[in-house]
């Protein structure tokens, strides 16, 4: 099982930017896909972005061109430079990682979320 930590939270000013970074641990076989998941207050959680192995990414249509998501593979990391944030972002944000521990067996795994607060 892998342990994810999520870190970078915390309080901004609108427009400004924020980066989030999440640590991988414990049983790493081989980590495919990273991404990050949000929610906010009184909304379900939702997809932000991720990053596979082969550095192909995908993003939420609301955060196209503001957030970039990138992975350090030799770390088992994950971060997200998020830029032009609005209160809107406002919410916890947690860290999803998915690996093959096997050639037939696949986990995924969520770390404990960091808040961020977008202050108008």
């Known amino acids: 099982q892998v342990q994810l930590v999520e870190s970078g939270g915390g309080l901004v000013q609108a427009g400004g930017p924020l980066r989030l970074a999440c640590a991988a641990s414990?049983?790493?076989?081989?980590?495919?896909?990273m991404g990050w998941y949000r929610q906010a207050l009184v909304m379900q959680p939702g997809f932000v972005a991720t990053a596979n192995s082969g550095h192909a990414t995908n993003y939420a249509d609301s955060v196209k061109g503001r957030f970039t998501i990138y992975r350090d593979n030799a770390k088992n990391m994950v971060f997200m430079q998020m830029n032009s944030l609005t209160p809107e972002d406002t919410a916890v944000y947690y860290c999803?990682?998915?690996?093959?521990?096997?050639?037939?067996?696949?986990?995924?795994?969520w770390g404990k979320g960091t808040q961020v607060i977008v202050s108008s």
């Open positions: 999803k990682a998915r690996q093959y521990t096997t050639p037939r067996a696949w986990d995924e795994d």
């Open positions: 414990g049983s790493i076989f081989s980590i495919v896909a």
